[in-house]
């Protein structure tokens, strides 16, 4: 892929535009699915880590912090290459084995803390949808800015003090479901400090 | 709740003076509390990031569309090697064809098939490849829809991708699987509601078996001209997936 293709994609990707990440999923989803493959891994997890990977990318990309030194897919490659060994890791698979096939490179330190941040956020969001609607609007609702006399009118209810005592139900629902949950335990309980970093292959 | 009501306050601006200042040093003293707070703020973060939450929505559609278009590009190629051992044997076919012409013709007239007869014969539901976990249900509206679908449970199924088409109009995946849902539910003119909506749309990556499906779908409807019209097309055009049944098909209908 040339630098200008790349610029267009990563622009592309920014704006949400269909087309461009379709041509991202064309252009660079078989070489990541062949490493997992090969790697012990199986397609559910090819889609997953390239999900990931794309959304680090996104982050960066969004917060203009995106400085690429090689070719997009390279890059998109070394990611999900780097979330997979960590999956790996976590697994206690042994990798001794590791079959390297595409080219790639040392990607940037903050990329597995943007990973760390992606997943821990989709899985609030993931339960957050799991509440009722009615939590899911109050508390959007109050997010969103709106004041309480708003939100009291918008929701039907009789007055702000059941209005307050209703949102801070529902959060609290949402915290404590989220806090018993074992994925955000693991996610909680990762630390990448210098003592855990994966060792170069 | 007090807690919750507290870190909430705090979080709203609405804490000030003494109150604020005794709120941030049980912060500071007590760890649990500490950590409570930044949960609660990465949970606001993560709810008000509709962005993100919209791009994963994109990312889940756009590998269904690879898959997709991934299955059709691998059974186009299947059959293009089928067409060239098939002409190899169509030289020997030929010879023996002419001598029983006469015979062959009064067979074919024979055998031709009532627009039902050549649906029971020709419709094979839709078969998607796409690998999902039930862990990936609560992920996306569509993936559940999918994984319904792949389990059989049309119904459920259909109400899935009726609620995404609801909300996004423009879902061409959720109007293709709506519309094989119905079709295994028998509900045609919903079905051919459905694909109307993706030929519509060029752009679609689903429009190929669009149009085989809406000729199949009029077929069962005893529409037989509009079935004969769509599979004329089909069979015009080589590189069309469909195009060689197409073909087999308009041969043997009534």
């Not at chain 1, 400085?67 to 999956?87: D, E, P």
């Not at chain 1, 989709?122 to 800015?145: N, T, Y």
């Not at chain 2, 079709?183 to 993706?198: D, N, R, T």
């Not at chain 2, 069962?220 to 087999?248: G, P």
């Amino acid at each position: 892929m040339t630098v200008h293709v790349d610029d267009s994609l990563i622009k592309g990707l920014i704006n949400d535009d269909n087309k461009a990440i379709s041509q991202i999923y064309s252009t660079c989803y078989n070489p990541v699915r062949s490493y997992i493959c090969k790697n012990s891994g199986e397609e559910n997890d090819a889609r997953d880590i390239f999900q990931e990977a794309i959304m680090v990318v996104y982050d960066k990309a969004k917060h203009n912090q995106l400085n690429l030194t090689c070719s997009l897919k390279t890059y998109i490659f070394s990611i999900a290459r780097l979330l997979w060994l960590k999956q790996l890791k976590k697994k206690q698979k042994s990798i001794v084995q590791l079959k390297e096939a595409e080219e790639y490179t040392e990607v940037e330190e903050d990329t597995i803390e943007i990973y760390n941040k992606n997943t821990k956020h989709a899985l609030f969001v993931k339960h957050f949808k799991q509440l009722s609607k009615d939590c899911q609007k109050i508390i959007s609702l109050f997010l969103d800015g709106k004041g309480i006399d708003e939100v009291t009118i918008i929701m039907n209810y009789n007055s702000t003090q059941h209005t307050k005592n209703r949102r801070y139900r529902c959060k609290k629902s949402l915290i404590n479901t989220i806090r018993k949950h074992p994925d955000y335990k693991k996610l909680k309980n990762e630390n990448y400090s210098e003592n855990n970093k994966l060792p170069r292959w | 709740m007090k807690i919750t009501a507290k870190i909430t306050n705090y979080l709203d601006g609405k804490l000030s003076g003494k109150e604020l200042d005794v709120f941030l040093q049980e912060v500071k003293n007590n760890p649990e509390l500490s950590e409570l707070l930044s949960l609660h703020k990465e949970v606001d973060a993560a709810i008000k990031d509709k962005d993100a939450q919209r791009m994963r929505e994109k990312l889940d559609k756009a590998y269904i569309d690879f898959i997709a278009s991934e299955n059709a590009s691998h059974k186009q190629k299947k059959t293009a090697t089928g067409i060239i051992r098939l002409k190899k044997y169509i030289k020997y076919a030929a010879v023996i064809a002419l001598l029983f012409s006469g015979t062959m013709y009064l067979i074919i007239t024979r055998n031709k098939l009532s627009p039902n007869q050549l649906y029971s014969i020709y419709y094979q539901p839709y078969e998607t490849d796409i690998a999902i976990r039930s862990t990936d249900l609560e992920k996306s509206k569509i993936l559940e829809g999918v994984y319904l679908y792949q389990q059989g449970n049309y119904n459920e199924a259909n109400k899935n991708f009726s609620e995404v088409v609801k909300s996004n109009p423009n879902c061409m995946e959720a109007y293709f699987y709506k519309a094989m849902s119905l079709m295994e539910l028998q509900k045609y003119e919903e079905v051919a509601h459905s694909l109307h909506i993706i030929l519509e749309n060029d752009q679609s990556a689903y429009t190929t078996h669009a149009d085989w499906y809406l000729g199949l779908c009029y077929l069962k409807m005893n529409k037989k001209n509009k079935a004969i019209r769509i599979f004329s097309i089909i069979s015009d055009s080589t590189a069309h997936y469909y195009s060689v049944k197409a073909q087999e098909l308009l041969e043997k209908i009534n």
